[in-house]
């Protein structure tokens, strides 16, 4: 049994379960009885540790990265730091390579450096469900306010815990009807993930793509899903490129329109449709996520959807002050819708009969 199990159970605040096995003097008597002979009935045994950290914890937040860093994540880890600055609180960034994705990594480092919090930016954890859900679990036996930065908790778990994300699937949704509006109905979309990466943000937007062309009552066809070449670096230039080159490779061009999982992989498709010979927007339109700077300063302006990173590190840093500072609140989801932004990557054409 957890402390927040045990905290249910009792109908108290985890800070209270917290103070009554401490046997602190702002418990009563009674509610303390109540607290310890449940945690003897079901087995709640307090961990040391955790009780260690509890009196001796800083005022620092960790951010954790894993895998690969790209320019969004770097750009969102500023405004985080900027954001807890102004609260008091120092950032302290960890990356966290794929193998080591545990929940035992996450309670090293906490116990070690004595964090008050840790922000997940990006995933973490393996990509398989099943093994999220069981990882999901045992973060949160480390008792330390947890928050999932820039995407959902991948565990699907509900409550487990908070998160703030921009709503991938109505975002590439929003940019695929844009192209269907604009007369395209061959729509590929490049930079896919694995198969069992159902949680990942590019599973999100390829949910999103599909979405909107089923709504525009437009067959979906397999072979438009233009799966990632390079799926340990899902979201750069590289996996764009080579995704695309492959698929240019196999054969002609049997698309009007690209929806990239992102800016970097839309500017690396670009480059493969330049050396097949193709130009962007006359011979294919392209349309990218995130707004990040080079799709501004790319030729021709690339279209995408721009995430508001200011909007969602703010509302972090504002989840996990509350964690922090109020025990036992109740975990938030928070999806925050982005803008699309034309560029001049698009050309309309006359819908296909």
């Known amino acids: 049994m957890t402390i927040r199990e045990l905290a249910t159970l009792c109908g108290v605040a985890v800070s209270t379960v917290s103070r009554a096995m401490n046997d602190r003097e702002d418990v009563s008597p009674e509610t ?6 449940a945690a003897e009935k079901h087995g709640y045994v307090p961990s040391s540790s955790a009780r260690t950290l509890k009196l001796s914890e800083t005022n620092s937040v960790l951010v954790v990265i894993q895998g ?18 102004k609260a008091g609180f120092t950032t302290n960034l960890t990356h966290v390579v794929d193998s080591e994705a545990e929940a035992s990594t996450i309670e090293r480092v906490v116990r070690a450096e004595r964090y008050r919090g840790v922000v997940f ?19 949160a036996r480390i008792d330390v306010p947890m928050v999932f930065c820039t995407t959902s908790d991948y565990s699907s778990s509900g409550a487990m815990h908070s998160f703030v994300s921009a709503d991938d699937q109505r975002g590439a949704a929003d940019l695929t009807r844009y192209l269907i509006e604009r007369g395209h109905r061959r729509i590929a979309f490049v930079g896919a993930g694995p198969e069992n990466d159902a949680g990942h943000a590019w599973a999100q937007r390829l949910a999103g793509y599909r979405n909107a062309l089923a709504d525009a009552g437009i067959p979906q066809d397999p072979g438009l899903i233009i799966r990632a070449a390079v799926p340990e670096r899902l979201y750069t230039l590289e996996n764009g490129f080579d995704s695309l080159a492959t698929r240019l490779m196999e054969g002609m061009i049997d698309f009007t329109a690209l929806v990239a999982v992102c800016d970097e992989v839309a500017i690396g498709a670009a480059g ?7 130009r962007v927007p006359e011979d294919c339109s392209l349309v ?4 990040l700077d080079l799709a501004r300063y790319w030729s021709p ?18 989840v996990m002050l509350k964690a922090m500072t109020q025990p036992g609140h109740a975990t938030e ?5 982005g803008s699309l932004v034309e560029g001049q990557s698009v050309l309309p054409i006359n819908p296909q009969p």
């Open 32 to 37: 303390k009885e109540r607290i310890r002979a």
């Open 333 to 337: 989801q928070v999806w925050i819708r």
């Open 121 to 139: 930016l990006g995933r973490y954890g393996n990509r398989d469900r099943e093994a999220s859900v069981t990882l999901s679990r045992r973060l």
């Open 272 to 278: 493969a449709l330049r050396e097949a010979g193709l």
């Open 301 to 318: 302006k690339l279209t995408t959807m721009q995430q508001p990173l200011a909007e969602i590190a703010e509302a972090t840093a504002r």
């Open 68 to 85: 690969e860093t790209g320019r969004l994540l770097i750009s969102v880890l500023q405004l985080l730091e900027t954001a807890f600055a």
């Open 288 to 291: 990218g996520y995130d707004g």
